[in-house]
């Protein structure tokens, strides 16, 4: 319903959660330092356990997966007023929250338990860890838990956003069928694409619990490998194929289109000349592409 009414409604709603979800994560960083932190495990666990260039290496690929979603944002930009300038800001705010509440909840995490604490526990790590901070563990976990269940909400919310207006662009592109251009008469929003997908994810999570319980979960998360089975692809794979077009299309429009004006440029540019004329060679453009190779 929010996503029918419009862009803005949709996006007020994650914004006022994604703010709250910020504070109750940040409070239990802030805590977990201050009453539970130990350097001295901290110290022992990196000197102990330092992974080796290849396990860092590996390490590094899988952390790809915590920026799966960037995409949203650009998918919302022929909706936004000032694209240009708030689609970049945007983009380089979620980096660097992301990247700071996964390096602080790991350091966290090993200066608090220790990495073997959480083998077993991969589905509730930030629920566990609040658990055993002192004089805030007894309603930290489960407001944890709760946490994760918010992030999830905006997650299907912004899920439904992208995939419908992904899904309108390929229609309008003729990519797929016209039936998935129509636009609601009075909000102007995609409403078949916005009805397709979200009936899609009610009827899996429906089907899910009907094997129980207990095994909702692992039935969801089949359903997944299959359909991604299905078509060739696992979800993260085909992000980093995604990323690495990306980047091959930034390093290529920096010579074939070098004069549109660009209100955000990405840093470490080279100036060279080309074909007579001088270009930008964007340093972090190859970089980004041999990075995200190596994580497929």
Do not use: C
Not at 60 to 65: H, M
């Amino acid at each position: 319903m929010l996503n029918i009414r419009g862009m803005r409604e949709s996006s007020l709603f994650n914004e006022v959660i994604g703010a709250i979800d910020i504070i109750t994560g940040s409070s239990i960083i802030v805590l977990g330092f201050l009453f539970a932190w130990k350097p001295e495990l901290f110290t022992q666990q990196l000197q102990e356990e330092m992974p080796s260039l290849k396990q860092f290496m590996y390490g590094s690929s899988l952390a790809i997966i915590s920026f799966v979603g960037l995409e949203s944002i650009s998918q919302a930009a022929q909706e936004t007023r000032r694209p240009a300038t708030i689609v970049p800001r945007t983009s380089i705010t979620l980096i660097f929250t992301v990247f700071i509440f996964a390096t602080a909840f790991s350091t966290l995490g090993l200066g608090v338990l220790g990495w073997k604490a959480f083998e077993g526990r991969e589905g509730d790590p930030v629920a566990m860890l609040a658990h055993n901070i002192p004089f805030i563990g007894l309603i930290a976990g489960p407001f944890a838990a709760l946490l994760g269940a918010t992030i999830l909400t905006i997650s299907a919310n912004s899920g439904v956003m992208s995939a419908s207006r992904l899904t309108y662009s390929m229609s309008e592109l003729k990519i797929l069928s016209q039936w998935f251009d129509k636009v609601h008469p009075k909000y102007r929003t995609p409403v078949r694409t916005i009805l397709i997908f979200s009936l899609i994810g009610a009827i899996q999570t429906v089907l899910a619990f009907l094997a129980g319980q207990d095994r909702a979960m692992d039935v969801l998360a089949n359903m997944f490998a299959s359909l991604t089975d299905a078509f060739g692809l696992r979800y993260a794979f085909g992000a980093t194929l995604g990323y690495t077009l990306v980047f091959i299309a930034l390093i290529k429009l920096r010579f074939s289109d070098p004069y549109t004006p660009r209100p955000y440029k990405m840093p470490l540019n080279l100036k060279i000349k080309y074909k007579g004329r001088k270009v930008d060679f964007p340093v972090l453009g190859v970089i980004g592409t041999l990075g995200v190779l190596k994580s497929s």
